[in-house]
């Protein structure tokens, strides 16, 4: 099992096992990075600004409309992705294996970001609609 669900009502937090991120996609308004493991994938993509907090507590709020930003990401291709906490009020957290931490949270207007797994990952899926509402349904 390459992830593992532990659900609260307030968040759900996936435990991923050898899931390593291979690429950092710059796309109009948004970036994604991409993880894979043996067997499958997980894709998220992040389009409202985010903060990267790196293991020795730098944080940097990247716009991902601002190309010229998304350097410091491209320091994650190679690195193991170990969990992945969705918050009811539209926050998302990813946590690396070396303490770095990509943080998002929900955006008044737009679709903040979008986790979607395949494979062995294929149960991951969540949208954060716009306002806070809850990524994986019902009431925030």
Do not use: N
Not at 23 to 44: H, M
Not at 84 to 91: K, P, Y
């Amino acid at each position: 099992m390459r992830a593992r669900l532990i659900e609260a009502p307030d968040r759900h937090q996936w435990e991923l096992r050898m899931v390593t991120v291979t690429q950092v996609i710059a796309d109009p308004g948004s970036v994604r990075l991409v993880a894979w493991a043996a067997d499958g994938s997980l894709d998220v993509r992040l389009a409202s600004p985010f903060r990267l907090t790196e293991l020795d507590g730098r944080r940097q709020l990247i716009d991902p409309e601002a190309s010229e930003q998304l350097a410091p990401l491209l320091s994650l291709v190679s690195r193991s992705l170990e969990s992945m906490l969705i918050g009811r009020s539209g926050t998302l957290e990813l946590r690396f294996g070396d303490g770095t931490v990509v943080s998002a949270e929900a955006d008044a207007q737009f679709e903040s970001w979008e986790a979607k797994g395949s494979g062995d990952l294929e149960e991951i899926g969540y949208l954060c609609p716009p306002g806070g509402l809850c990524p994986w349904g019902g009431a925030a």
